[in-house]
């Protein structure tokens, strides 16, 4: 069984671009979180998706988004760069109880 | 609200020694508990979790935890590590809903030969 895909695996930016990072749920998980770990900060919660919607976000500013497609997997879009979004972005699925289950991240670096 | 904080940012050991990773939460709700790993360069992994039933989980890789509901205490252990368990461990809080998942600022564990 496949786990949670994130594409791209790196990605760098200049500031004040877009960017887009994709992430596959496993199958049959409905519930798609993302998260931010930049050095040093540990892990912050940045939005919870499930059935198509937002369910939750986390303590970030608004050009900070994304969305959940029909087959669940979701997009995170980040505008208006900044050097301190450079962080690994990392995407976990969950089906409930059994915990959530992380993909490898997004590597962004703005520069 | 919940926070989980891990009270040791780095834990040097010696091969085959015994190891405890701290983590304490606070929560005036039953929660479920987790500790994931994360190798370098690499995602997160679940370890273990506790939903219910008997303190003491058992998860992967020789690690356990207990849960101790009085101390709010979800430690980490492990009676004789590797060098491979050199890794970044989060201990990890939920709600029964799922909503989001608290995570603590992480423990690295670095192993020595």
């Not at chain 1, 895909?5 to 993302?34: D, N």
């Not at chain 2, 039933?53 to 590590?81: D, M």
Request: hydrophobic share 35%.
């Amino acid at each position: 069984e496949a786990g949670v895909t994130q594409s791209p695996t790196h990605l760098i930016k200049t500031r004040g671009q877009q960017a887009t990072l994709r992430c596959s749920p496993i199958s049959g998980h409905t519930s798609v979180y993302w998260y931010q770990q930049a050095l040093g900060l540990g892990l912050q919660f940045l939005l919870w998706y499930d059935e198509g919607e937002e369910r939750n976000r986390g303590n970030f500013p608004p050009r900070f988004s994304g969305r959940q497609f029909p087959n669940y997997s979701s997009e995170l879009n980040v505008n208006a760069l900044e050097l301190e979004d450079s962080a690994l972005y990392l995407c976990a699925s969950s089906p409930g109880l059994m915990g959530a289950f992380f993909g490898q991240g997004t590597r962004l670096t703005v520069v | 609200a919940q926070s989980v904080t891990q009270l040791d940012s780095q834990v040097p050991v010696f091969e085959e020694a015994p190891v405890e990773l701290r983590c304490n939460y606070s929560s005036s709700v039953s929660v479920y508990l987790f500790w994931y790993v994360q190798y370098p360069n690499q995602g997160l992994q679940l370890l273990l979790k506790y939903l219910s039933g008997s303190t003491l989980v058992k998860g992967i890789n020789g690690f356990e935890a207990e849960f101790n509901k009085s101390q709010t205490s979800f430690h980490l252990r492990k009676p004789s590590v590797h060098i491979s368990d050199t890794a970044e461990y989060f201990c990890a809080v939920s709600r029964s809903n799922f909503n989001k998942f608290y995570f603590g600022s992480g423990t690295k564990l670095n192993v020595k030969p």
